[in-house]
């Protein structure tokens, strides 16, 4: 079992969702996340489609609200996306990313081997080279795979960097590395623990169905606790190549004491298990608008359903406030969107996350009207509620003819639909006052 760490974060605990199964501007994966809740944006990340080794990305920005696509970025020459801050200054954010020049790895995958810090400009292109020297930076010592996160908690900007001697992390001021003084503050502890070998080892391990050593997926700096995301796929077949059916692997996030180095936990994460790639891909921090509580992000790419490539990001999050009286909020009442016109004045259905006995559980309120006389879509879930498994459960009806029962399903796009209408006999209101169901 995990324990809570000095951020309040327990990696074996119950996580929430920010966005789920959101469709990316290009095909490719999402590399990394970052959020701005003063204007309430999301960011990713992604390499473009058919760039190749050229480095080039796309950037994302997602409505956290609503999960829709509020605009787009192009950066020419960047690298791989391997991580990504972000600061808001008024209406504006202003994102921190690596960028070139480009530096490859053993494969040949580009990385950006100095950071720098941009403004956002919908539909805009930025390129690498055409960044002044003077706003680009690497830490003495660095060779490449340069990467920022940033900690809105303590205004941090930590920088992790490959040098002759491994990988190092080092974090500066990022208001004064904004304006260009990069005195730095520490460097991270050598990581003691190790990251080869999982200390949590998954089902199968001893028959080697896994890889031999992680995949690093991300890394986050929140106080002096470094967390890092990291990934452990099946082994590959003879052809060089991963079935589809062995996907996702096992996903891990670990943390480490900044100052000693001493791993503190490293747990399995359990969050957004029912995707169908669950692909883990970036990590970042944020504070909620609402609640002021701090949250430990988590990506996971996934298929897009109906394409062979395309993939979509859901990003999940762990609390740090503890639970009152035995009961965590992971979100409160929320409105769903009724799929149907609703009666004048009538209030709309709402749902909520609250953890009971250590699950997670969907609960519904209200009541939906209407003529249904087939299985029918009646209400659509906010991003925040919705399931990675399929739901179900019976609820009240109008009766008619001794029928007075009928069955709801939420699906992964957030669908809500009623199961149980014919032409012989509608449905014309549905309760939802009881739906408290197992939510993943």
Known sequence: MGKTDANGVDLSGVAGRLVQTVDLVDPPAPQAIATDTVNDHVFVLQVESGAGATGNLCLNRISRTTGKITGWMRLT???HGLSMGCVPVGLDSYLWTECGDLWFNSKGVPFGSRVTRFRFEHEGTLDAGDIPESRKFAPPGSIGGTGP????TTDRLMIAYHTAEGRKFTRYDATRAAAGDWTAIDDAAPRKGGTTVPAVKPPGWEEKQFASKFTSQGFQLLGDVLYTYDWLPYDRNQNGKVDPEDFPGITYISSYDWKTGERAD?????????LTRREPEGLAVERDPETQETRLLFGFSNTVPGTTGSRDVTICWYPTKPAVDGVKVLADWTELTPAVPLPAGAERPSGRIVVLAGTP?????????????EDSKIATLPHRLRPTRQIRQNVARNNSTGRCVCRVEGNIRGELWVYGAY???????IDLNGVSVPWH
Do not use: C, E, K, M
């Open 149 to 152: 996160s940033y900690d809105p």
């Open 77 to 79: 020459g960047f690298g």
């Open 266 to 274: 490293q747990q399995i994460v359990t969050g957004a298990s029912g």
């Open 423 to 429: 032409d012989d006999n509608p449905i014309t209101w």
């Open 361 to 373: 559980h969907l609960q519904l309120r209200g009541t939906l009207t209407g003529t249904f006389t």
